[in-house]
Every structure is written in structure tokens, then in C-alpha cells.
């Protein structure tokens, strides 16, 4: 028997060990995929929560109407949680002890603890007081059109209204790992469990669960991280391009990306909203949301295709000449560029694995800088937190949001705000990824709970 439970185990070779199906080999040998190392899932990270910061901090230009920041919206919001959760998919492990307590540490409670402090602070700022009263503003809304929190049952001034069923902002996320986590072990004891998940994922939307306890997220987002944990048990990541026509291929699938927000923004004027997969397919489709299945399928089948196209252009560390202390290197049949090499043998590349270069033994800056950015994605936890805090703050303390309430979104000026903006929320999101932010929040992210919990079973 296999570790799935009651499934049948793969057929072995003559030493028994499992065997892929012949489709994945196939896959393997036609596409070039294969393992990947952890320094390119960092960098991927890195991305990828730049454009979720990038993202919030640009979507009060885009509740007020602004067309170029909807296309923006469209063109990353197909893959970059998506890719996160195929990402955490890939790198988790089975949930031994010492892992189920960093379960809960990294993720219930940081939950628990932000979401407090979230709920308390945005109740104080943008739903009473000066912020309602003297200025005028609609109850709760902190820029406008756009509330983080339900003016009814999110208010916190008394303890009849504390509730943590309905993640604030953001936080949905940590709710959602946790309960992918605890499901995956069931979901691989399913036969066609990839089918029965997508299956599941698109029927949600009839439902009314909505966002309590981000339960409709979490379905939906299943078949990605199984996806993640199916490929990393069977070698078989999204390649990198390595050809030239390969890159091409990818640059040109990125450009189509682009052309297609472009289009949506402008010329359809689709709402951003069918990106979040948080709602009820009546609210988000409106009187076509008998179809909600299908557009669902689609936007699965959609997501797949960008974040293939986005992972080909992220390389593989040996493509950009990363040097590891103790390893041989090669020079390249007819390189240039002194200190380029060889990628070390499959067996190096895979001893080392989870391992980092270091920036010093670096001989180029594209190296450098590489494993500079892979630091920075090794901490998406706190920008991907602590960025929704520099938003309210920036919304409650400063102007550079008042032009959301006097302006149309239509106007250059709300144009030229918002690419401001985007340099700004780049800028936030580099400074949390820094090492003593880290060191300054750690105790609120990644909080010590061990006193919980029984010192002999921690030995374990």
C-alpha cells in the first residue's frame, strides 16, 4: 500500500522504487521540467508579492474608475496568488509534530494576532470619529468606493462584534494555507483528486459561503496547491526558457498577457473582481451567473498559462552563473563573460538543494542580485503582512489618497498618482523584506508558542 491511505502504490521499478506514469515522463522530456531549486521559488516569491503589494496599493485608483490601473490589475491578478499557493503546495512536507507546531506558529497564530490588531485600528480610524464626522467620509471606507471591513458585523467597539470568521484583508491567506495544509493528506487519498478538486472549485460559486472563514478561497485554490505538491513528487516544476526561442516564446505569451488586460480594461471594461474567486458567482457574474462553472474553467486554464509563461522567464540560478563555494566550475564553450560556467552535474544541483550561494563568491552582478532578490522572496511573509499596515497608515495619516474623493478616475492626474504609487508600494515592499524589519516584527509574525505545548513532545 501506499502513503496515500487506501490507493493502490505506483508501480516500482526492479529496485521498488515508484515509477512516474509514462504521461509525466513524456511531459519531463518535452518540456524540460524537472525539480527546481529553492533560490528560484524565492525569487518567484519575490515577484510575485510585489505585484500583490503593488496591487493593493494601486486598487483605490482602480475603484474610482482608472482604466490603465484596471489593465495592470487584470494582467497580474490571473497568476500571482495563484502561484503563491502552487509554491506553498510545492514546498510542504508532511505534518510531523515539529511541523504541525510551525504550522500553527506561522500561521494561526500571526492570524489571530493581526487580525485583532487590523480590526481594532481600522474601526478607530475609518469607521468613527473624525474620519466620519468632520470629513464626511462613508462609514468604513478608508479610500473611496473601497471598505476593508463590513460597516455591520466588522466594527470592533464592543465584544458582541468581535469575530474571527471573516479574515481582514489580506489574512485570508494564512486561514486559507492552514486549511490546505490539514485537507491535503485527505485530498491525495482520492483517486482523480486533481478533477475532484477543479470540480469542486467551480460548483463553490452556486454556494453562499462566500468568505466566511475563506472558505470559498480555499476550494478554489485547492487544485493549485496540489498541483504544487504533485509536481514537486514527481520532478516536474515549470521549466525555465533556455533557448532562445523558447524566451522568445515566453516573452511574446507575456506581451499577449498584457494585450489581453489592455483589452479587458479598456475595451470591456471587466471588472477585476473575477480575479479574487472570493464570491458567490451571482455577485461576481451578476445575471450570468448561471455560467459561473465555465468561466471558472476558464480562468483555471488561464491561470495555468501565465504562470507557465511567468516561471519560463524566472532562470534557474546556474543560468545566471551562480558560483557555490566547494563546487567545480566550467567555463562555457565559447563564453565571453569571464566567471560564466557550466551548471554543475543533476547530482550537485540536487545535494545542494534548499542551499543558497552566497553574494560574495559571486563573480557578476546579475548574481548577485539574483540571490539578493531570493533573500527578499525567503521573507514574503512580512511584506505580505506588514503591507496592508503601510496602506492604512498612508490613507489615514497622509493626502496621497484625498484625490480618490475629488477626482475622477478618468483624469491624467489620477494616472500620474497612481505610477507614483506603484513606485512607492515597490519601494514598501523592499523595505519589509529587509533583515531588521524582519528582526523588528518577528515576534508578531512568527511568535514563540512554545510554553503551549508539551516540552517532551517537543523533543519529538
Not at 242 to 269: I, Q
Amino acid at each position: 500500500m501506499s502513503g496515500y491511505g487506501s490507493a493502490p502504490a505506483p508501480k516500482g521499478d526492479d529496485n521498488g522504487k515508484p515509477v512516474d506514469p509514462k504521461w509525466v515522463t513524456t511531459l519531463r522530456e518535452y518540456t524540460g521540467a524537472g525539480t527546481t531549486s529553492s533560490e528560484r521559488l524565492d525569487v518567484a516569491k519575490f515577484v510575485f508579492i510585489m505585484l500583490v503589494s503593488s496591487g493593493h496599493f494601486l486598487e483605490p485608483f482602480y475603484k474610482i474608475g482608472n482604466r490603465g490601473v484596471g489593465a495592470y490589475m487584470h494582467a497580474i491578478y490571473g497568476f500571482h496568488v495563484p502561484a503563491f499557493v502552487l509554491i506553498s503546495g510545492y514546498v510542504s512536507g508532511d505534518l510531523n509534530p515539529k511541523r504541525r507546531r510551525a504550522l500553527i506558529a506561522g500561521t494561526l497564530a500571526p492570524y489571530v494576532i493581526m487580525h485583532i490588531l487590523f480590526s481594532l485600528f481600522y474601526t478607530r480610524a475609518f469607521c468613527e470619529g473624525e474620519w466620519t464626522d468632520e470629513r464626511g467620509h462613508p462609514e468604513c471606507e478608508f479610500v473611496n468606493k473601497w471598505a476593508l471591513m463590513d460597516p455591520v458585523v466588522g466594527q470592533w467597539d464592543g465584544w458582541d462584534k468581535w469575530t474571527f470568521a471573516y479574515p481582514f484583508a489580506q489574512l485570508w491567506y494564512l486561514v486559507s494555507l492552514f486549511t490546505k495544509r490539514l485537507w491535503r493528506p485527505f485530498a491525495l487519498e482520492m483517486r482523480w483528486t486533481l478533477l475532484f478538486h477543479v470540480v469542486l472549485g467551480v460548483l463553490v460559486g452556486y454556494t453562499t459561503i462566500g468568505r466566511f472563514l475563506s472558505i470559498h478561497r480555499s476550494t478554489v485554490h485547492m487544485p493549485y496547491f496540489l498541483c504544487g505538491f504533485l509536481m514537486r513528487k514527481h520532478a516536474c516544476f515549470f521549466p525555465s526558457a533556455k533557448t532562445p526561442v523558447a524566451k522568445a516564446m515566453a516573452v511574446a505569451a507575456l506581451v499577449f498577457n498584457v494585450g489581453c488586460a489592455l483589452m479587458a480594461s479598456y475595451t470591456y471594461g471587466m471588472r477585476v473582481e473575477v480575479w479574487f474567486q472570493s464570491d458567490p458567482h451571482d455577485e461576481v457574474y451578476g445575471a450570468r451567473w448561471a455560467y459561473g462553472a465555465l468561466y471558472q474553467l476558464c480562468l483555471y486554464a488561464w491561470t495555468f498559462f501565465t504562470m507557465m509563461t511567468v516561471f519560463a522567464l524566472i532562470p534557474e540560478p546556474e543560468a545566471v552563473g551562480i558560483a557555490y563555494a566547494g563546487e567545480e566550475t566550467l567555463p562555457l564553450k565559447g563564453a565571453d563573460v569571464e566567471g560564466q560556467t557550466k551548471p554543475p552535474p543533476a547530482s550537485k544541483a540536487n545535494a545542494r538543494a534548499g542551499k543558497y550561494g552566497k553574494e560574495r563568491d559571486q563573480a557578476t552582478m546579475a548574481a548577485k542580485v539574483y540571490l539578493r532578490c531570493a533573500k527578499w522572496g525567503a521573507r514574503t511573509l512580512y511584506p505580505f503582512v506588514m503591507h496592508i499596515a503601510v496602506l492604512l497608515l498612508v490613507a489615514r495619516y497622509t493626502r496621497w489618497y484625498d484625490i480618490t474623493w475629488t477626482t475622477d478616475g478618468k483624469d491624467a492626474s489620477v494616472s500620474v498618482k497612481a505610477a507614483w504609487t506603484l513606485l512607492m508600494a515597490y519601494t514598501f515592499t523592499i523595505v519589509l523584506s529587509l533583515k531588521p524589519v524582519v528582526g523588528l516584527f518577528k515576534w508578531l509574525l512568527e511568535p514563540n508558542i512554545s510554553p503551549l505545548f508539551n516540552p517532551e513532545l517537543q523533543k519529538l
